[in-house]
């Protein structure tokens, strides 16, 4: 079975700066599907950005972007120029390409201070 | 709007009583799943289905039930037998059944379930 692990249960960091968050995995396949997703205080799940194992290249959303290592299963989240709002819970998350199922870390809760 | 509805936003549950959460999705989307978060944790997966009249148990389905009549919707029962059913649960979709995609997970709002 795939497991997510993120060893940051939790972070600051000052309103402008950047924070990476970190998340590995453990898996036996060559092609899958990563996520980071975003749970702010209303609960509500906001993918922030998603990554496909055979692309080398990071992917990137505007503030946020990956560094997917994929030898050493890991799959870091970089948040530049840190927003108040962005004060949430993040998600790592994999899921198979030949699978339906998401499977979550254990999440990193992130505040953004003024 | 499309989207997925979960109610209601609040349930409370007595000792030995079974209550069940919806979900319903305008989505037209194939795969919906329910799972279960308690505080401070990641999401556990509860159950899935990929299709009408099939679902699969996910990592923690002892304790639970669903159904899959139609499409648009996927019901949770949460039993007398779940102990611990203090949670929040969230309800999801994606538009196919996996393959070669990165299809996203659309969720719900969540429901809160209190035990009294």
């Known amino acids: 079975a795939q497991t997510v692990t993120q060893s940051q249960p939790e972070m600051s960091v000052q309103e402008a700066e950047t924070v990476t968050l970190s998340c590995t995995y453990d898996?036996?396949?060559?092609?899958?599907?990563l996520f980071w997703y975003k749970q702010p205080p209303s609960r509500q799940m906001i993918l922030v950005i998603r990554?496909?194992?055979?692309?080398?290249q990071n992917a990137t959303e505007n503030r946020f972007s990956v560094n997917f290592q994929k030898a050493a299963k890991s799959f870091s989240l970089k948040i530049s120029d840190s927003q108040l709002g962005d004060t949430a819970m993040y998600f790592c998350?994999?899921?198979?390409?030949?699978?339906?199922?998401?499977?979550f870390g254990e999440g990193t809760q992130l505040t953004v201070n003024p | 709007d499309g989207g997925i509805t979960q109610s209601p936003k609040y349930l409370f549950r007595k000792e030995g009583q079974n209550v069940t959460l919806s979900c319903e999705q305008n989505?037209?989307?194939?795969?919906m799943y329910w799972y279960r978060q308690d505080p401070g944790q990641g999401l556990r997966l509860i159950y899935y289905?990929?299709?009408?009249?099939?679902?699969q148990k996910g990592d923690i389905a002892e304790g639970y039930s669903v159904s899959r009549e139609k499409k648009e919707s996927f019901p949770l029962t949460v039993t007398s037998a779940q102990k611990n059913p203090t949670a929040f649960y969230l309800c999801?979709?994606?538009?196919?059944?996996?393959?070669?995609?990165?299809?996203?997970?659309?969720f719900g709002s969540g429901t809160q379930l209190s035990v009294l």
């Open positions: 989505l037209n989307h194939d795969a």
């Open positions: 289905s990929q299709i009408v009249n099939d679902f």
């Open positions: 898996t036996s396949e060559s092609n899958y599907y």
């Open positions: 999801a979709s994606t538009p196919g059944t996996g393959g070669s995609t990165n299809e996203k997970l659309f």
């Open positions: 998350a994999f899921r198979e390409t030949s699978g339906s199922r998401l499977t």
């Open positions: 990554q496909e194992a055979y692309k080398q």
